[in-house]
């Protein structure tokens, strides 16, 4: 205990320990990232999987992801209520890189079937290990003693690193890949030198939880309530399911999209080599508008704020439909346009999160997180499938390394259409399940407002 009184919450968080925590974020966005960005494309145009098979390899080892994560936010409550701290599922977590590098060390006379079974395999052991760090890692904001603002000021640094480590890998892997003549081999030693900066980040974000929660004086639990309970009470939270609900088809729709860049990148635009240039129009972004969306939520409240991102989602995901037509310029100023809304979309739910925690006022934030973080997995899957789903029906041919294809028109138009007009209607459904969250009027009241 810290002898601080848990009836009230602490002013501003020390800078140091709140970038500690953030570094994290740094190791996290290579795994939100790398795969959803080239792992569709590397099982379709470097293993020769058919497209439908190439969705459900990515699909079917985030079903155990509903399962696992919720029963992982348990066993985080169980490890605070027991240990004071939620650091040996932390540290387990750690393990993550080497699934990582694993994904993309298929062996070299596997394509086809057998290559997407070994890709599988290794998705299902890369997000187990990836729900051991994520969600005792998000569980920490609402463990905090912190207010209404402060939660979004500690989301904005975490978001700030989280978009630097998807910036970074965004950009990097393609490259290290082997650009427009991607190999295996250029694979395997883009998952290697990415795997040892995921490692490094992990560690000083452990290290960084530690310091936070110790500035901060984290309320020391004495008991959790776990398992099923707990499961079923928040899901009975209705502020909680409406937040989930938006976040899963924000989470479904950003996931398409990144799916989606590589192939619009080769066949729409021409070059696979530009796949780095819309990534970086993506996220670079959100580098410079997080402190801007902190600010107007401030202003206007979380709810406001994030409403506003997902319409401007929505609306530059209908002008990237329009293909070659429109230019290049106007393309990637679309992007932009996504990146913009993508750092709200990432700031504001995962500060709102905390709020709905708090709200109410039972001592099971690993599991509210675990189910959040399912939601996440889930969206990070649907969206790939999705895209996948696309393609199949537009008839796109999978080549191998090195192969070359002529796509039918029937096939370019699907790409094109799912890259634009499916974001679109999905962020849509986000929206008219967002305008049903009530909590933030009553949170910003609180934090005296």
């Not at 399962?67 to 701290?85: F, K, N, S, T, Y």
């Not at 994520?134 to 939660?151: C, F, K, M, N, S």
């Not at 070659?324 to 750092?343: K, N």
């Not at 294809?405 to 259409?417: D, E, G, K």
Request: glycine residues 12%; charged residues 10%.
């Amino acid at each position: 205990m810290t002898g601080v009184d848990p009836r009230r919450d602490t002013g501003a968080l020390p800078r140091g320990p709140l970038v500690g925590f953030a570094a994290g974020s740094l190791g996290m966005g290579v795994w939100i990232t790398v795969p959803g960005l080239l792992l569709l494309y590397f099982l379709t145009d470097i293993l020769a999987v058919a497209p439908w098979l190439a969705g459900l390899t990515l699909l079917l080892p985030k079903v155990a992801d509903v399962l696992l994560h919720p029963w992982i936010g348990h066993r985080c409550d169980v490890e605070q209520a027991r240990r004071g701290h939620r650091r040996r599922l932390l540290l387990a977590g750690c393990a993550l890189p080497a699934a990582f590098a694993a994904l993309f060390a298929v062996p070299g006379g596997l394509t086809g079937a057998p290559a997407a079974a070994w890709v599988a395999v290794c998705f299902v052991a890369g997000n187990l290990l990836f729900a051991a760090y994520q969600v005792p890692y998000l569980a920490t904001p609402a463990d905090l003693r912190i207010g209404y603002h402060e939660r979004t000021r500690l989301m904005a640094f975490r978001m700030v690193v989280l978009t630097l480590g998807i910036l970074v890998s965004g950009l990097l892997a393609p490259l290290l890949a082997g650009g427009d003549d991607a190999t295996r081999a250029g694979y395997l030693r883009m998952a290697a030198v990415l795997a040892a900066g995921m490692l490094a980040a992990m560690l000083v974000g452990v290290a960084g939880i530690g310091r936070l929660r110790r500035a901060a004086g984290d309320p020391a639990l004495r008991h959790a309530t776990g398992g099923w309970p707990a499961l079923t009470a928040s899901l009975r939270d209705r502020q909680f399911r409406r937040l989930v609900g938006a976040y899963l088809a924000m989470s479904t729709t950003t996931h398409l999209v990144l799916a989606g860049v590589p192939y619009y990148a080769r066949y729409e635009l021409g070059r696979a080599g530009l796949t780095t240039v819309l990534v970086a129009a993506f996220v670079a972004p959100a580098l410079l508008v997080t402190p801007a969306w902190s600010a107007l939520a401030r202003r206007v409240g979380k709810q406001r704020a994030l409403l506003a991102a997902q319409a401007a989602f929505a609306a530059g995901s209908l002008v990237l439909a329009l293909g070659r037509a429109a230019g290049l310029p106007v393309l990637v100023a679309a992007v932009a346009v996504l990146g913009v809304a993508f750092a709200g979309m990432q700031l504001l739910p995962f500060s709102m999160l905390p709020d709905v925690i708090r709200a109410a006022g039972a001592p099971r934030a690993g599991t509210y997180t675990g189910v959040w973080t399912a939601t996440e997995a889930t969206g990070a899957a649907l969206g790939p499938y999705a895209y996948a789903l696309c393609l199949a029906a537009g008839g796109f041919v999978a080549s191998s390394a090195g192969e070359t294809v002529t796509q039918s028109a029937s096939a370019l138009a699907a790409l094109r259409y799912g890259f634009g007009l499916l974001p679109a209607a999905v962020m849509v459904v986000a929206v008219l399940l967002q305008r049903r969250y009530t909590l933030d009027g009553a949170a910003r009241a609180d934090a005296g407002h």
